[in-house]
T-cell receptor
Framework: AQSVTQPDIHITVSEGASLELRCNYSYGATPYLFWYVQSPGQGLQLLLKYFSGDTLVQGIKGFEAEFKRSQSSFNLRKPSVHWSDAAEYFCAVGAPGGYQKVTFGTGTKLQVIP | EAQVTQNPRYLITVTGKKLTVTCSQNMNHEYMSWYRQDPGLGLRQIYYSMNVEVTDKGDVPEGYKVSRKEKRNFPLILESPSPNQTSLYFC??????????????FGPGTRLTVL
């Protein structure tokens, strides 16, 4: 069965600083990988996704993520954080070629300080 | 506007009183899912549907029912709610087939409190 681990429950960064949110997955083959963002009181919005090909994927709002098969990781990065990036971020893994089964991590809450 | 809608957005009820949370999407998506979100547990899938009249259990189906009689609607039914079903519920949909089927579009959420 697939699983996702987000080891950081809460992260605080200064506005303008770089950001990296960690995500590790467990799956027998190359999975589909996603990052979603949830702003306070809102539903989830897809930031980016990886299915195959180039392991560095670009998303919306200036985010990128890199798939590293050897480390079973899919970390999310942003070079310069804005106050509006304060939100909760979820990594998710899906099973290719199968039915609709997506497993979410427990989330990382990002706080941005001036 | 392409969207997933849920109703109600907020609901306070009492133990044992049957309730239904509606979900509707206007994107002609084949796949629909229900999740619950609890602090420290992330999102857990309750049920999903691959198409009309095709549903299956997710990770936490106990105490819930679903139906998919029309493509656009996927209601979540709590026949006898209990306090441990107090949670934030999300409906999601995704297009069927191909590599993009996993990309889900989420509704705004329904906050349910069972007293």
């Amino acid at each position: 069965a697939q699983s996702v681990t987000q080891p950081d429950i809460h992260i605080t960064v200064s506005e303008g600083a770089s950001l990296e949110l960690r995500c590790n997955y467990s799956y027998g083959a190359t999975p589909y990988l996603f990052w979603y963002v949830q702003s306070p009181g809102q539903g989830l919005q897809l930031l980016l996704k990886y299915f195959s090909g180039d392991t560095l994927v670009q998303g919306i709002k200036g985010f990128e993520a890199e798939f590293k098969r050897s480390q079973s990781s899919f970390n999310l990065r942003k070079p310069s954080v804005h106050w509006s990036d304060a939100a909760e971020y979820f990594c998710a893994v899906g099973a290719p070629g199968g039915y609709q089964k997506v497993t979410f991590g427990t989330g990382t809450k990002l706080q941005v300080i001036p | 506007e392409a969207q997933v809608t849920q109703n109600p957005r907020y609901l306070i009820t009492v133990t044992g009183k049957k309730l239904t949370v509606t979900c509707s999407q206007n994107m002609n998506h084949e796949y629909m899912s229900w999740y619950r979100q609890d602090p420290g547990l992330g999102l857990r899938q309750i049920y999903y549907s691959m198409n009309v009249e095709v549903t299956d259990k997710g990770d936490v189906p106990e105490g819930y029912k679903v139906s998919r009689k029309e493509k656009r609607n996927f209601p979540l039914i709590l026949e006898s709610p209990s306090p441990n079903q107090t949670s934030l519920y999300f409906c999601a949909s995704s297009v069927g087939g191909g590599a993009d089927y996993n990309e889900q579009f989420f509704g705004p959420g329904t906050r349910l409190t069972v007293l």
